[in-house]
């Protein structure tokens, strides 16, 4: 509920705003002397960046795709919504014994899956990612994994990625469990979440 009503108070406030400020620069750079609309088309564009992230947020908070959809239909659309965006081969394999997980757990591996594939929409020019989900006796595991352009892991901290995967290893601990990253440049890179299948299994 608290999710739903920062979303809804980001959209009627903060979104408007941007949007607002968006169609102002536009104006501006069209009226605008030659010398001041190279900057104010780039004010623009970051304006519109915003508003693209802001809505991504905003989409983020809300559970309602996992809680509408099942986790096996929405990672399957998280999927072909990827596909749609890079033009990229996404492989998706989802073990059947990921039944009766809590929504914590669900949630978890959703918004993993979600931020890894938008990591690898912004920063790694993949034609191929492959997205697994994996049940044993003891553990969840998923791994994204792309044959990107990669990065030195220990040089990501600071940059805006981090962000994200810092992100990803809350969630990761707040249900006991763990976030590894493996990179190098060149060589792609792969997000793996592994979830104790105690902490993950749901109320019967």
């Known amino acids: 509920d608290e999710r739903r009503r920062i979303g809804r108070d980001l959209h009627d406030e903060a979104a408007q705003s941007l949007v607002l400020l968006r169609l102002q620069l536009e104006m501006m750079e069209r009226v605008a002397p030659a010398t001041l609309r190279a ?36 990672l399957r659309q998280l999927a072909v919504r ?15 014994g990921i039944a009766g997980l809590s929504g914590e757990a669900q949630e978890a591996i959703y918004r993993v899956a979600k931020e890894a594939l938008q990591n690898v929409f912004k920063h790694s020019q993949a034609t191929c990612v492959k997205l697994l989900v994996v049940s044993t006796d003891k553990k969840i595991r998923l791994s994204v994994r792309d044959d990107g352009t990669g990065f030195s892991p220990e040089t990501a901290e600071g940059r805006p990625l981090s962000f994200g995967l810092s992100g990803m290893r809350e969630r990761a601990a ?23 299948r105690a902490s993950a299994k749901g109320v019967r």
């Open 174 to 196: 707040l249900l006991g469990g763990t976030l590894l990253l493996r990179s190098a440049p060149g060589k792609g890179a792969t997000v793996i979440l592994e979830l104790p």
């Open 82 to 96: 990827f596909r749609l965006q890079q033009s990229a081969v996404v492989n998706l394999r989802i073990s059947r």
């Open 39 to 74: 900057p104010l088309a780039q004010a623009r564009i970051i304006a519109e960046r915003a508003v693209d992230e802001l809505r991504r947020t905003i989409a983020a908070l809300s559970p309602a795709v996992v809680e509408r959809l099942g986790l096996v239909a929405a």
